[in-house]
């Protein structure tokens, strides 16, 4: 968005002189009469920076692709199971615990004074982390796989260097790891787990920080340079960067597609009548515990034909994704959603706040971050908010809790604020309208040129900060008769260090934060593109 050019004035009015202020991006910001016959503009507060009303993304999807639909033992059945099978429980925690220390000690003496890892491992290396493997296996024997149905096979390493895989539970690296020994992508948190970091080691793991686009960066060439040469094991991703339940195939990261190598996808189920073992909303201990206490637990791997990137690798690395992300959910028969670990974030902070229904707040990140360059930082921020405006059941808030929260008395202008957001007219607002009009006036071209013209206009003295009574009569331009109480309370707001100035640093962090509030500020900005 922030690439869009705006040719014509912003604001409706008779052919009479006006003002035009260009800024930087040859955009242009303009003043004049203000008058506009269009009553919907006349209801919107944000025509001053060219924004329109904002419509809410395609249909939701209603499936939650993260609920464990098991989390709890429950009926007769379950219950007598367990008690039958705690002891063998407890001869299985045994076989995972003498498994893990043998595939720990084999992968340790693999990894002794080996100082070269930028390069492929020594054949006697690998040879001796057949041990780990083997040991692998027992682990998923100890978890109940005694065995694993497989249809297909994969493909030979020089046709497919780079194999994907849907993500359901942690049992999804095990199995690959015993089948593949692959080179896989991970979090850089996973290097300091107990075991788990030094046998990813010895697999000579591409880290990766999601949240750092340095970080993306370096694993896509790693990526690359991996799977351009043949005496590396194969790379595997898990694209969806998540697990889910294996009910909906959400958002692909790019990464595996980029390189533009043909790629294996592979799916994995896990059937079940009685015990759901995907990861979603379980401890890994609650998981454990149900896997030990099963007779058998059921899982299948199904290699699917290899999918090659058209036009000699020049197919856009979205296009490919998609097409994979098609295959998958087709042999799956499954829906695809825009959900991604965003969502996942979000539904994690609404279960800290204690929300009753949690999934309310998943918003399908992965098309809101296409559409208006949201990050999930910036997401995560915006439920803060919003959650402090105290939703009911349903994940909605009412128009004075929303007043509440941004400080504003009940008049026109805030009453349009909320109109604004409030797309359904209902009086209501959720948490997805909220972040999607948020995210539509602050990805406005003109958001920033705005915040700046506001600050030097309310900024009368050229002193670089604004005094609570500058701050005031700036406000009062479009909301007249307000009280001592109530400047001071949205002075407050915007002076975040409580020294009682607000810094440029402070005005601007506050209306990337509530940047619904710059229509505060929309005489300032005006007159500001004056002369």
């Not at 005496?231 to 339940?245: A, D, I, S, Y």
């Not at 790629?263 to 994995?268: K, L, T």
């Not at 309310?458 to 701050?471: A, H, P, R, S, T």
């Amino acid at each position: 968005m922030s690439d869009d050019s705006v040719s014509a004035p912003l604001l409706h009015h008779a052919p009479e002189p006006h003002v035009i202020l260009t800024v930087d991006d040859d955009q242009q910001l303009s003043n004049g009469d203000t008058h506009i016959s269009d009553v919907d503009d006349n209801n919107n507060p944000y025509v001053f920076l060219g924004a329109d009303w904002f419509d809410m993304p395609g249909s939701s999807s209603t499936v939650d692709p993260f609920r464990n639909n098991t989390p709890r033992v429950e009926g007769l059945y379950e219950w007598l199971k367990i008690v039958v099978c705690v002891p063998i429980a407890l001869v299985r925690l045994l076989l995972f615990g003498l498994s893990l220390c043998v595939g720990y000690v084999a992968t340790k003496a693999a990894l002794y004074r080996w100082k070269d890892r930028h390069n492929p491992m020594p054949k006697w290396r690998s040879r001796l982390m057949c041990v780990t493997r083997f040991a692998t296996r027992t682990i998923l024997f100890s978890f109940g796989y005694h065995w694993i149905r497989r249809k297909g096979k994969p493909a030979p390493r020089e046709i497919a260097p780079v194999v994907v895989s849907n993500h359901v539970s942690y049992i999804d690296p095990i199995f690959f790891f015993y089948e593949l020994f692959p080179t896989i992508v991970a979090s850089e948190s996973h290097d300091s787990m107990p075991f788990v970091g030094t046998i990813i080691r010895a697999m000579q793991v591409i880290y990766v920080n999601r949240f750092s686009p340095t970080s993306r960066k370096h694993a896509v060439d790693e990526i690359k340079r991996k799977a351009s040469c043949d005496q590396f094991p194969r790379v595997l991703l898990f694209p969806e960067g998540t697990t889910t339940n294996g009910r909906a195939i959400i958002s692909f990261q790019l990464g595996a597609f980029i390189p533009g190598y043909p790629i294996q996808p592979v799916i994995v189920r896990y059937p079940h009548v009685h015990f759901d073992q995907s990861w979603g909303n379980v401890s890994l201990a609650m998981l454990m515990f149900r896997m030990f206490t099963q007779f058998h637990n059921f899982m299948e791997v199904e290699y699917l034909p290899v999918i090659s990137p058209h036009e000699n690798r020049k197919e856009n690395a979205v296009r490919f994704a998609q097409r994979t992300g098609n295959a998958i959910a087709s042999a799956l028969n499954v829906v695809q959603t825009s959900h991604s670990y965003g969502d996942v974030l979000l539904l994690g902070k609404a279960l800290e706040a204690n929300q009753e229904n949690p999934s309310l707040y998943m918003v399908e990140m992965a098309a809101l971050e296409a559409e208006f360059h949201l990050s999930t930082l910036e997401a995560l921020d915006f439920l803060d908010v919003f959650l402090s405006m105290n939703p009911d059941s349903r994940g909605q808030v009412e128009i004075h809790d929303f007043l509440k929260v941004l400080r504003l008395k009940p008049c026109t202008l805030s009453e349009k604020i909320f109109g604004f957001i409030d797309v359904e007219k209902n009086g209501k607002i959720t948490f997805k309208q909220f972040l999607v009009g948020s995210a539509h006036i602050l990805k406005q071209p003109l958001f920033h040129q705005a915040c700046e013209s506001a600050f030097t206009s309310c900024d009368v003295d050229g002193k670089n900060y604004i005094l609570e009574q500058e701050f005031g009569n700036s406000l009062m331009l479009l909301i007249p008769g307000l009280s001592n109480n109530e400047i001071r309370g949205i002075f407050t707001l915007f002076d975040a260090d409580r020294d009682g100035k607000i810094s440029k640093d402070d005005f601007i962090a506050c209306l990337r934060r509530y940047p619904l509030l710059i229509a505060l500020f929309s005489p300032c900005v005006l007159q500001q593109s004056c002369p």
